[in-house]
């Protein structure tokens, strides 16, 4: 089976500024990708090229099999996008908006009705569709961009900032439909600021920095580097973790007098044996037990790590 | 149905307007019959035409015209863009749908026009009224390629629409007031007499699809759809046929024959040069995808990536060589002109580039068009005020009465123009470019 997006040496320059630098990846069908990195990083000009809405300097770009390039209309037949503005037609109601988006990208006439019934209901917008865009609240708007990307079903959707100035339900909303749609088989790729909400849902991570990218795994999988541990003491004690510096194959991430949170290479063997150090030099050890990383943690530790542009 | 046109009679047809038009015209049409002293039906048939012009035309063509940059001020044409509507479904679905409403109020005013002006004995209103519908359309596809050329540079249309629309009201209706005090008399082009309502009717229909293939290439680059820039160079071609066979006398002349049909084309492709250069989004991006495909040895990838200015300046000069080589030693025509001429475009597109290229170029044309107003204008007249008319040459040569002067000196300041701009494109930009292609290679 095809990767649901494949990008290969993909460089765009801005007069003066790369802003993206050699960019290749490749992602899995049925996988939400969390694409992280601070402001000005690339995150909007990658998704812009991936939706074929720039033309990147070099590189090659294919969706769902399609090269978006060579063939830009055909590839938006099976693929959805949300700018990071709404991009909605304030004039028209809720079922015209939903019914253009639909018909523009080929669902057929003899199935319009249900489409967009069914896109709205999805989105608990079935009793506004005789409204006007106009007249709904901004998270109502936004719901109705989002109905606009995904009225036709698309392979891949590619979402930039979808849950900016939503309130927490309607981000919880959100965030529920699109484990929902991932459930059902489509591709989602989301930038978004808000790392604690893209933890929600996200299977892998894309973290860009200065228009390269610096990491990009699945979070579900084990960090490369090892397992990560958490060690608590039974009480606070100064510079106890010096010991463990002098460790092979153990890298301190953090620590205060109490805890420290450790990245311990090799198996379950090679934890054991830092945990019978640890008694050995008389710590008073209360717990030690691996944990899996928040999206949060590992982007900090990514970007923390990265060579900075 | 066309989604896209679905979408303009939506935004554009309200119960209210589809029945407020009919009887708003009615009552107007009704005014003019009941004031009329005598013959109200040519009064009315006045009315209705003149109304058709102002509705359809002028009004239609401002609809036209917004359809494209009111959807980038909106921030809906990326959503556009995002469809899967192919680029000719897009363009008619614009130039019909935005001036669907101009077209409904059209529809009802030119039967009008046409059953009233039946009773005027020498008004060939059917055909006059098929010249309107043809003149509209050239004018909204026109105004629709400026909507999609100022989309692409990111301006905002509106601000200089009511300039353009002058312009393109004057580009009309000269010919049009001129043709109405000829109707019946004939036109002689290439030699053959024409009936001149039938030519005019004929020339617009071209003309207009002309315009509607121009604005479906707009859309094309507009929705990231790669062709290869044959039309402009065709227009070019089919413009110079068409304005030298007017221009045909019974003596030999500068435009007479082949020589003034290059003539014509190199002139044409100067006054496209200027205005694409002015019209393109350029600078920078545009050479580094250029020169990209043309390092990959990709020679379709680098003709679709060319800009059109480019393409225009390109036809110019060889049309140029051509109509040098074809009429050399032939005394009625002076054969270095075209190639002469085609220097001063080389140059000023230089000079353009050379600001275009800045790191952060701002004001890149304004700043291109004043350095233009002093070469072309202040500094010669200083020169020639201050008696120094040798040195005036040397900056504004005379094209048409020292055509071979003009020639060797505008090849001197051209190699300047090229010289600079090429070497503010290698300190600036060529790095970026070079790593880029060093990035790409496997």
Redesign the interface.
């Known amino acids: 089976m095809t990767p649901a997006i494949t990008a290969s ?1 993909v ?1 765009y ?4 500024t ?1 802003a993206l ?2 960019a290749s990846f490749t992602i899995p069908r049925g996988s939400v990708t969390a694409l992280v990195g601070p402001n000005g990083a690339g995150k909007t000009t990658l998704l812009r090229c991936l ?3 720039d ?1 990147p ?3 090659a770009i294919q969706v769902a099999g399609i090269d978006v ?1 060579e063939d ?3 590839a ?2 099976r693929m ?2 949300l ?1 990071d ?8 109601t809720v079922r ?1 908006c939903l019914s ?2 639909a ?4 669902v057929p ?1 003899p199935a319009l009705r249900t489409t967009v019934e069914r896109t709205a209901a999805r989105l608990n917008l079935g009793d506004r569709l005789h409204q006007r865009c106009s007249e709904l609240s901004r998270g109502l708007r936004q719901r109705v961009a989002i109905g ?1 990307a995904i009225v036709h079903t698309p392979e891949v959707l590619l979402l930039d900032e979808p849950a900016a100035g939503l309130d927490p339900e309607a981000r919880h909303t959100l965030a529920g439909l699109f484990t929902q749609l991932c459930a059902e088989g489509m591709t989602l790729v989301v930038s978004s600021h808000i790392l604690a909400e893209l933890d929600e849902y996200s299977t892998h991570m894309l973290v860009l920095r200065g228009g390269r990218i610096v990491e990009h795994r699945a979070l579900a999988a084990p960090y490369a580097g090892g397992q990560r541990v958490r060690v608590v003491l039974a009480a606070e004690q100064q510079d106890w973790h010096a010991a463990l510096k002098e460790m092979e194959g153990v890298q301190v991430m953090e620590h205060t007098p109490r805890e420290a949170v450790l990245l311990i290479a090799g198996n379950a063997a090679d934890q054991a044996r830092v945990l019978r150090a640890l008694v050995e030099a008389g710590i008073a050890v209360a717990a030690f037990a691996g944990e899996s990383e928040n999206l949060h943690d590992s982007y900090l530790r990514t970007v923390q790590g990265a060579p900075r542009p | ?1 066309n ?2 046109f ?2 303009n009679l ?2 554009e047809f309200s119960l209210h307007r589809l029945v407020a038009a009919p009887v708003v015209i009615a009552l107007v049409l009704l005014l003019v019959a009941a004031v009329s002293k005598d013959n109200p039906l040519r009064n009315m048939a006045q009315v209705s035409g003149g109304g058709f012009v102002l509705a359809v035309l002028f009004w239609g063509a401002h609809l036209a015209g917004g359809s494209v940059s009111t959807e980038v001020s ?3 044409w ?10 000719w479904t897009m363009t008619w679905g614009k130039l019909l749908g935005a001036p669907a409403f101009a077209w409904y109020m059209g529809l009802m005013l030119l039967p009008v026009f046409v059953v009233c002006g039946q009773v005027n004995p020498g008004l060939p209103a059917l055909r006059l009224a098929l010249l309107l519908v043809a003149a509209a359309v050239l004018l909204h596809a026109v105004a629709l390629n400026f909507s999609i050329y100022a989309a692409r540079k990111q301006l905002r249309y509106r601000g200089a629409s009511v300039l353009i629309f002058v312009w393109l009201l004057s580009l009309v209706l000269a010919p049009a007031v001129r043709l109405g005090d000829h109707i019946g008399a004939q036109m002689h082009w290439w030699g053959a007499a024409f009936d001149a309502v039938n030519f005019a009717l004929a020339s617009t229909g071209a003309f207009a699809a002309w315009a509607v293939l121009g604005a479906y290439r707009s859309m094309c680059t507009a ?3 790669r062709t290869r820039p044959w039309t402009l160079p065709a227009f070019i071609l089919f413009s110079a046929i068409w304005i030298s066979g007017l221009l045909q006398g019974d003596e030999p002349g500068l435009f007479h024959g082949p020589f003034g049909v290059l003539l014509c084309a190199v002139a044409i492709s100067g006054a496209f040069s200027y205005a694409l250069l002015l019209a393109e989004p350029g ?3 545009a050479w ?2 250029l020169r ?1 495909r043309l390092r990959a040895r990709n020679p379709r990838q680098a003709l679709e990536a060319a800009p059109v200015w480019l393409v225009a300046i390109a036809t110019g000069l060889l049309l140029g060589i051509i109509a040098t080589f074809a009429s050399a030693g032939d005394p009625a025509t002076s054969s270095i002109l075209p190639l002469a001429a085609m220097l001063f475009v080389v140059r000023d597109a230089a000079i353009f580039q050379f600001f275009a290229l800045a ?3 701002r004001r890149a044309e304004a700043t291109a068009l004043f350095y233009l107003v002093v070469l072309y204008g202040l500094l010669p007249g200083l020169l020639t005020a201050v008696q120094a008319q040798w040195l005036a040459q040397w900056v504004l040569p005379r094209l048409f009465s020292h055509s071979d002067e003009a020639m060797m000196v505008m090849l001197v300041q051209a190699g300047i123009a090229i010289a600079v701009a090429w070497q503010r494109w290698k300190t ?2 060529a790095p ?2 070079e ?3 060093l ?2 290679r496997p």
């Not at chain 1, 503005?85 to 028209?92: D, W």
Request: glycine share 10%; hydrophobic share 35%; charged share 20%.
């Open positions: 040496n460089t320059i801005y007069p003066g790369r630098d050699d939706a074929g809405l033309r300097l070099t590189g390039l830009p209309r055909a938006h037949a959805g996008y700018s503005f709404f991009g909605i037609y304030e004039a028209l015209q253009h988006a018909s523009g990208h080929g006439a606009q | 149905m989604p896209e679905k979408r939506w935004l909106e921030r809906t990326d959503t556009q863009r995002m469809s899967a509507i192919g680029p929705l990231e759809i600078g920078a991006s580094q995808q990209m790191r952060q170029p600036v930009h970026d470019t790593q880029a292609v990035l790409s």
